[in-house]
């Protein structure tokens, strides 16, 4: 066995452990799941709650963001609504002044300085007993709030939960694709909730204790993933990051390859910071799943996304090299050339049933997912998981390229 046989079955063993480990989490909280699914959550009391909206360059949405708050259905005399204009240099500042007068919604204007500054802003400027952040460009749904409160009368070892992220209306390819990535994560995000793993607090309405800020802090820019950065640092000081999938949360997706292609390198990019940042936490006992699973995960998942795509390029080369050799040697016979791959003599039927199992898996994730958030399937599933296996390597390698580098990528 050489080399590239060993770190070809070292990438397929640890890919199916980190499905199948998130399989069997699944196949250990059925019954909670769908408990949870089934009931429609009531919070005993109502804490007072403040929903922090970040704006910068977001004329398009803020006034459709501003109204699903208004919308919840949570007392109005329990619900602060503070937007914060970053130095937008649109008309953002302008659609917010349109609530001026109302008395659920304050409105401030600062200076640019990253959405962590205007986040904290808000922070700063309320004193309720809760605190979340909702992206200007995202939607809650009505029952959302009242469904994350309630899990947090649940446990009050919860210090900040999570909510399930769908996307708003998909109408470009790229968008129509996102929608299942989206679906994947959310049942990831709630396989890690109850693994007590969770790495990101979303900035699409990802609540909050107050006593969080007040123990490690507030947000900071984090290579421009502040949301990832507080969830690490939460990981790191032992507080409890839950998941409540049936808190729904609609965002705009880009809409075109170019602008996914940025969000994810900015991303990716902010992963693997954050990792280097915090890898005082790999494979420590007292951080639990967290350190031995989800920091991990991330690292072999990208590796061997990278790996692959650098294995299928390189076997694809050689075969253009050695068919255009016979073709100028030998003369062109007609169009009976075949794509013969030489898996350097790797059992395939090995390979290919690992990697069959692989997107099984993959594809009950959406599929459960997919009843979670309550999203319907369609035909674009195929195209998500076709497309994303050609794109994605490109935006890991970016990253990764980036990291190396020390060059931050832009926000948009």
Same mark, same amino acid.
């Given at each position: ?20 480990? $998130? ?29 922090? #909206? ?57 200076? !640019? ?212 050799? !016979? ?21 395939? !039927? ?7 199992? $692989? ?19 369609? $035909? ?10 050609? #794109? ?21």
């Amino acid at each position: 066995m050489n080399i590239v046989e060993i770190v070809t079955y070292v990438v397929i063993f640890f890919g199916l452990y980190v499905e199948i480990f $998130l399989f069997i989490t699944f196949l250990e909280h059925k019954k909670d799941l769908k408990k949870r699914s089934n009931t429609i959550s009531t919070p005993k009391a109502y804490p007072t709650v403040a929903v922090i #909206i970040p704006c910068w360059n977001e004329e398009a949405t803020i006034h459709s963001t501003i109204e699903s708050v208004l919308a919840l259905d949570y007392p109005k005399d329990k619900l602060q609504i503070i937007a914060v204009d970053d130095g937008s240099t649109d008309g953002t500042w302008n659609e917010m002044k349109m609530y001026q007068d109302n008395p659920h919604v304050k409105i401030f204007q600062k200076e !640019n300085g990253g959405k962590h500054t205007a986040v904290n802003f808000g922070i700063e400027n309320t004193d309720t007993e809760f605190i979340t952040c909702l992206d200007a460009d995202s939607f809650v749904h009505q029952d959302a709030l009242k469904n994350i409160v309630a899990m947090f009368e649940e446990d009050k070892n919860i210090m900040a939960i999570a909510p399930s992220i769908v996307i708003f209306k998909p109408q470009t390819f790229f968008q129509q694709i996102q929608k299942f990535d989206y679906i994947m994560g959310a049942y990831v995000k709630k396989m890690l909730s109850y693994l007590g793993a969770i790495h990101v607090t979303p900035g699409p309405f990802s609540v909050f204790r107050r006593e969080v800020f007040q123990k490690i802090g507030n947000f900071r820019k984090a290579h421009n993933t502040e949301d990832m950065e507080i969830a690490f640092r939460m990981q790191e000081n032992k507080m409890k990051i839950a998941n409540c999938h049936t808190a729904r949360v609609y965002t705009v997706a880009p809409d075109s390859l170019k602008k996914l292609y940025k969000q994810r390198v900015r991303w990716i990019y902010g992963f693997i910071q954050n990792i280097l940042d915090y890898r005082r936490l790999i494979f420590k006992k007292t951080y639990g799943n967290f350190s031995f699973f989800t920091i991990p995960a991330g690292i072999v998942s990208i590796s061997a996304t990278v790996y692959i795509f650098f294995s299928v390029a390189y076997n694809l080369l050689v075969w253009i090299i050695k068919e255009t050799t !016979n073709l100028v040697y030998s003369g062109f016979t007609g169009f009976s050339i075949i794509f013969k791959p030489e898996w350097f003599y790797i059992n395939i !039927n090995m390979v290919f049933f690992a990697i069959l199992i $692989l997107y099984s898996i993959i594809i009950f994730g959406i599929i459960m997912g997919s009843r979670m958030v309550k999203e319907k399937l369609s $035909l674009y599933v195929i195209a998500y998981m076709l497309t994303y296996s050609i #794109i994605a390597p490109f935006w890991l390698m970016k990253s990764i390229w980036n990291s190396v580098i020390s060059r931050k990528p832009s926000w948009r």
